[in-house]
């Protein structure tokens, strides 16, 4: 590449910075172009036709930089970016072109990078990332644009290869194209329309012989979100109806472009992010706009939905696509709430409907096979989450006040599904907070009426906010309205949505902050950006008035300056002080220093999500023994629910935690402790570990084989931590101690604690001839009559190893129909997945997942349904019948890791591989028991040969082994 390039050759890169009306900002734009480290760069400026000094600032830049900025002029204003733009492409000398907007800035480096591309891959048109820059940000806010595209380099030979190109990044500004491949393809910007950029990349890339992308930053994107709406670029304008209408227009260019080279691959993945993305962006606002608005609206998008394939409703998110239906069929009753879930996507807007054990949005549509398949969101757990956890839809039904500034409010909270009973005991409040964090001040009023209405509960509210709201002044400009409810003693909150309510003809009300009247004097309603109810301090005396103009000089004035940046270094500290790294140092440096507590014992379960396991039966095992130790139980998550209250409770990676494992004389975990925490040589770490192993582990697996060297060496320090190791067969010696390369001695030969009350539970079996089922089957409502199968699968992870979403594997409802008259199913999911299962299985099938320990169901169960999981192990203790659904088997047992032995030879059960076949061995559970039974002996011997009952007192007897105490004894 030729970077020194003579005035004779011209340039490599012509830059077209087009503007109008921006005097302000275009020097800095053209600068950002005659500052490239690449030399042979031109800017050719385009002015739209400017009304204020933008023409002759651009003249000035190019008198002072003659020959590198050259600048044009439209007769005309275009009203778009499309006509200076093909007038740069025309003027361009450079033998390749790029696009700067006069707001906009490109890296230092863009142009260098983008041209060293094109030249080394002969490409027609080179891509690199684009960051988006929150101006008004006082955080300084960047984003990159669609980063996972330019994730490393690659060569396109078509747009098919990377579809999501074309969908996602449609800017043209982030791009270098061969002047030349413009000019012969014809390619030039639509004049007359806004979001030109969509159409012109679309054409490029269908054009382009061959496309680069690089992961190199090159053009910074300035976004101004809370300006003056005419300040504003036009592609954030969207509460105008013409900026919809346009990008409807050009959508539909892009589809008959698509259908012209029957590319129907592309339009499906385009018609996806059209209902993801494009609609979206208009969809969210539409609950604050007006009833024409909404009509012009629905014109504008239903005839373009009718031509969106179906295929790519199932693609979208369930909300995208449920809006979109509605937005078809004009829905507004049911479509404006879920326009607010898309503002506020944790909230549930709608009420739900239940029909043939499915969860609807709505009642109506469902007699139309598209509705129902759209507006099932049974798979999202409204049914079965925590009620406390739901983000509930609270909607304004009317507002005013009694000119003594006292607020009159109502509404209605979404009641889904009932599931706020009529008997339930109901109390509420409005509580009024500040919106700055840090700020702890809250005020109450209580509500005057709650009751049930059809589907919704009713409130009402009379809040005094002259008399009863003092806030500070100048720091607690906005307040926030929250309603809390509390229903038999559960909290929930709402945010109040403004959706059918006019504020803009609402009074002021008078208040007195606590800084007196002259900062503020007044609270004025608004909505927030998320649709919400907020309050605004406000001066509106002349008084008032004038004294905040003078408190905001000081503010932004330089002790206003320092005073922020004060406050920010505080907030920076904070963060610093709680940051991953923070915590290591303290922990290693510090806390490490401290003396070891004698009998402190830190115990943990599955990373602290459970208290389960052979922690838990270790631990249990400690007090029944009357052990004197202090016990420490980490936990994940935001409670300890479901922890044991007799020992302390730390947060997993808090301050108290690191605290805990620094001085403790014994870890006992079932997986490992955080990998970046040493281990003191005074500290004894009992590795318990989690299950036997079919799939390969370790340094046997090929991920680990092919790391550095001292990737290596850093992960096997890890594995070195443990001192003991329990295994339950020599198959764990040769697998799973094999492949952490323990040391010799390090595992221990006692079976996993966790699994002695099954060994106990045989042998009780085998003394008395009957079953007990114990408490948990009244628990979970299970009558005497019913047999229960446990079905328990363990998690899928895609090639990066990112866990999949649960999937049974087999339809549950056909399954719940053939048997549910006599069997109760319980589902056990992996602790990394999650179920939703439908209400129509509601005592057919049950979710068990959030029991933390899986040994009471194991002894419940009369039969276990398995795929891979190691509960296999365990469950044979008990010498009933297991299935293996084995339906993705060569898939699971072909993947990188492998398996370290064939479980359709071992298995002892049958193992099916399509619903038919798990069907049957269901139907004949009950011979395929004897049948299997010497199997079973087999598979016992093989893999638990250790597990004999004694487990948790054999690691107890360990415990005071290392202490120089016996079971029991004093500490």
Not at 87 to 103: C, K, Q
Not at 679 to 690: G, L, P
Not at 754 to 760: E, K, M, T
């Amino acid at each position: 590449m030729n970077t020194m390039r003579g005035p004779a050759a011209g340039p490599d890169v012509s830059v077209v910075v087009i503007a109008y009306n921006d005097a302000a900002r275009l020097p800095t734009a053209v600068r950002s172009v005659l500052e490239q480290t690449l030399h042979g760069v031109e800017a050719v400026v385009v002015d739209d036709c400017s009304t204020d000094g933008t023409y002759e600032t651009a003249r000035a830049l190019a008198a002072e930089h003659p020959g590198r900025v050259r600048v044009f002029r439209l007769p005309e204003n275009s009203g778009g970016c499309g006509a200076p733009r093909n007038r740069g492409i025309a003027e361009a000398r450079g033998s390749f072109v790029m696009f700067l907007d006069s707001d906009d800035e490109l890296e230092r480096n863009a142009c260098r990078n983008l041209l060293e591309a094109a030249e080394r891959t002969e490409a027609d048109l080179v891509s690199g990332l684009c960051v988006r820059v929150h101006v008004a940000n006082r955080h300084g806010k960047k984003v990159e644009w669609y980063p996972w595209l330019y994730r490393h380099s690659q060569v396109l030979e078509s747009i098919g290869e990377l579809p999501d190109l074309l969908v996602f990044d449609t800017l043209s500004t982030n791009k270098c194209y061969r002047r030349d491949f413009l000019l012969e393809r014809d390619l030039r910007f639509p004049v007359g329309i806004h979001y030109e950029d969509l159409l012109f990349s679309a054409r490029a890339y269908l054009a382009a012989r061959r496309i680069a992308l690089i992961p190199n930053r090159v053009y910074f994107w300035n976004v101004v979100e809370n300006g003056d709406a005419a300040a504003r670029s036009i592609s954030n304008r969207r509460h105008e109806i013409a900026n919809f209408a346009h990008r409807m227009e050009i959508h539909r260019r892009i589809d008959e472009l698509l259908e012209q080279q029957r590319l129907s691959d592309l339009k499906f993945h385009k018609d996806v992010k059209f209902l993801k993305h494009d609609l979206v962006l208009h969809l969210r606002d539409l609950p604050l706009l007006d009833a024409e608005y909404r009509r012009r609206f629905a014109e504008l998008a239903a005839g373009y939905l009718d031509g969106v394939d179906p295929s790519a409703y199932a693609a979208a998110e369930p909300v995208h696509a449920i809006c979109a239906y509605l937005l078809r069929k004009q829905d507004w009753d049911n479509l404006l709430p879920a326009a607010d879930t898309l503002a506020n996507r944790a909230k549930l807007s709608s009420p739900l409907v239940e029909r043939n054990g499915r969860v609807y949005w709505c009642a109506e549509h469902l007699d139309d096979p598209e509705g129902r398949a759209v507006l099932d969101v049974t798979d999202a757990g409204y049914h079965t989450g925590p009620l406390e956890r739901l983000f509930l839809r609270n909607r304004l039904t009317s507002y005013g006040d009694d000119g003594r500034g006292t607020l009159r409010l109502a509404g209605n909270v979404v009641n889904p599904l009932g599931r706020i009973a009529r008997s339930a005991r109901l109390r509420g409040r409005l509580e009024f907070r500040p919106r700055r964090k840090g700020l702890r001040t809250v005020h109450c009023f209580p509500l005057t009426a709650l009751r049930w209405g059809d589907r919704y509960l009713e409130w009402e509210a009379a809040a005094g906010l002259t008399h009863g709201l003092r806030p500070l002044g100048v720091i607690d400009a906005v307040w926030d309205v929250r309603l809390v409810l509390d229903v038999d003693g559960t909290r929930l909150r709402t945010r109040i949505s403004v959706d059918g309510v006019d504020l803009d003809g609402a009074r002021s009300l008078p208040v007195r902050p606590r800084l007196t009247r002259l900062v503020a004097d007044h609270l004025l309603p608004e909505v927030s950006r998320r649709g919400h109810l907020a309050f605004r301090l406000v001066a509106e005396g002349a008084v008032a008035s004038r004294a905040t103009r003078s408190i905001g000089g000081l503010v932004t004035g330089r002790p206003g300056s320092l005073a922020k940046r004060g406050l920010r270094g505080a907030r920076q500290v904070r963060r610093r002080m709680n940051s991953g790294p923070t915590k290591i140092g303290v922990y290693h440096r510090l806390f490490c220093r401290l003396p070891v507590r004698p009998g402190l014992i830190v115990f943990e379960s599955h990373l602290g999500k459970q208290y389960s396991d052979s922690p838990r039966a270790v631990y249990e095992e400690l007090r029944h023994l009357g052990v004197p130790f202090e016990g420490v139980w980490s936990y994940a998550g935001r409670s300890a629910d479901g922890f044991p209250r007799d020992a302390v409770l730390v947060r997993r990676w808090g301050w108290r935690y690191l605290l805990a494992l620094a001085r403790a004389d014994f870890w006992i975990d079932n997986q490992g402790f955080p990998l970046k925490l040493a281990k003191r040589s005074r500290t004894t770490y009992i590795q318990t570990w989690h299950g036997s192993a079919l799939k390969r582990m370790g340094f046997d697996e090929p991920r680990l084989r092919m790391m550095t060297r001292p990737a290596q060496e850093a992960h096997q320090r890890v594995l070195d931590r443990f001192d003991h190791f329990l295994v339950r067969s020599e198959h764990d010696v040769r697998t799973l101690a094999a492949a952490f390369r323990l040391r010799s001695g390090v595992p221990v030969r006692t079976g996993y604690p966790r699994n002695d009350p099954l060994v106990a539970e045989r042998r009780r079996e085998e003394l008395t001839g009957a079953r007990s089922r114990g408490p948990l089957a009244a628990e979970l409502g299970i009558e005497d009559d019913r047999m229960v199968l446990l079905y328990a699968p363990t998690f899928r992870a895609d090639a990066s190893g990112k866990v999949r979403n649960f999937e049974p594997g087999f339809d549950l409802e056909a399954f719940a129909r053939r048997f549910g008259d006599r069997i109760t199913l319980l589902v056990r999911a992996h602790y990394l997945n999650r179920v939703v299962l439908p209400p129509g299985l509601r005592g057919k099938v049950v979710d068990v997942t959030s029991q933390h320990d899986v040994t009471p169901l194991l002894a419940l169960a009369d039969g276990l349904i398995t795929d891979y999981s190691s509960l296999m192990f365990d469950y044979a203790l008990l010498d009933r019948p297991m299935i293996f659904f084995a339906h993705d088997y060569d898939a699971y047992a072909g993947e990188s890791r492998g398996t370290y032995f064939d479980l359709r030879l071992k298995a002892p059960g049958p193992v099916a591989e399509t619903e038919e076949e798990l069907f049957a061995a269901v139907a004949d559970l009950k011979s395929a028991g004897p049948v299997y039974a010497e199997a079973r002996q087999r598979f016992v011997a093989e893999f638990g040969e250790y597990d004999r009952g004694d487990a948790a007192r054999r690691v107890v007897e360990l415990i005071a082994l290392k202490r120089g105490t016996a079971p029991g004894g004093p500490a």
